[in-house]
């Protein structure tokens, strides 16, 4: 077994869960400067990385692309559907459980219940031109897959798989070995800045009722990409948790992406397909970041004194906001840059009320990003053995297959 193996498989979630868990352990006998030091290194391998992954997105879709053919267009379509369907199903459970438990429960009100900014920032950065955005590196390689597909040389084939080649010895033994720095750097930033918030106590059975709804859904789509065998739930929960802990430590679904990546090709049955599908989905598909929404909408309705919505005008939100979530906002707080004007129009929130649930979705913010990385690679999972089962995929599968067991050998 190879050294990256190893690290993969133990070595990797315990350094990440220690590497989160330190700042919050020792981070009042860590003088700040120190801190400032290790967030500034975390900085710069999250400028390197951030330069890097579009460039990794452009060389797996274009390589998916040509080794999927024609089934690429199905898959798009399907793809498409399957995350609005997911982003309402999301909305409308939140919907439900909050309709029957808010009207019962208490919630402690704390007008200045917001996080406070903390004084850690980096020394130095490291300042590298955006040459490629991550939308247009799905753009690119989308193009770039259908144009080899129509007419392809064995020269630009070959091109084309060296790229992916060395794409996937970037993520497997650059990005992973790395990654557990750029989680200690970001949770020192993170406790920094929340040090003086207790978010149980500030929003009371708000946040317990959300922490649960989202174990909840996690548990629901580890189940279905399981095919419903708690046996093979667990095995994909705990290889996807090096994903999911270092998504709260970076707050970031674009930081974790690598990892997501690794951790979800080990998983499915076609991980040259998860390669093209996670960059696709990953700011349009968030199902933890729709539960948070729908349940902090109406407890803001309900702190404003307002009648909680009837189920006309939130299938008509829901609908709005999955809509509209095809757009890609990629900015902090981009949620509730899409969902606030839908918010206006539909349900009549002030600007006030706005701000409440901009607020108190920032600081959910991470727990949100989390359970989003999670339930991503189920859905990647479970979109592949759809796509299995219904014969979208056949031949091309085995030749994807046979190329991911080829890197993993020849590494």
Known sequence: MSLASVVMNV????????????????????????????????????????????????SFVTACIMLLRWQTLVCLMLLIGAVVISNMMALWLGYAVSTLLIPVIDYPWDGNAQGQEGALCSLWRIHLPVLLTHKQALVVGFVVGIILNIRCHPTLRYV????????AFFLRYICIPLFPFLVLGFSFKLQADFVQQDVPFIFGSTFWLIMLLQMAVILLYFLMAAGFSWRKARFYLWRLFPAAVSAIGTSSSLYSMPVLMVCTERCGRCPVLSRAVIPAILYVHNVGSALV?????????????????????????????????LTVVNVPGGIILIAGPIL???????????????????????FATAVNVTINGAFVILFSRLCL???????????????????????
């Not at 009042?28 to 391998?45: F, G, M």
């Open 11 to 58: 070595k990797f979630p315990l350094s990440v869960l220690i590497a989160l868990l330190i700042p919050f352990c020792s981070g009042r006998w860590v003088d700040i400067e120190s801190q400032a030091q290790i967030y500034t290194l975390s900085i710069a391998i999250k400028d390197i990385l951030v330069f890097c992954l579009p460039f990794v997105v452009m």
């Open 160 to 167: 084309v798989l060296l790229a992916e080649d060395v794409s």
């Open 389 to 411: 089962r219904w014969h979208i995929l056949s031949s091309p599968q085995k030749e994807c297959h046979a190329r991911y067991l080829t890197q993993r050998r020849k590494y």
């Open 293 to 325: 929404l729908s349940i902090l909408v109406l407890d803001v309705m309900r702190r404003f004194g307002m009648p909680l919505p009837k189920p006309s005008d939130f299938i008509l939100f829901s609908l709005c906001y999955a809509l509209a979530k």
């Open 344 to 366: 206006q129009a539909t349900m009549g929130f002030s600007d006030g009320m706005l701000g409440l649930v901009t607020v108190m979705y920032i600081i959910f913010d991470p």
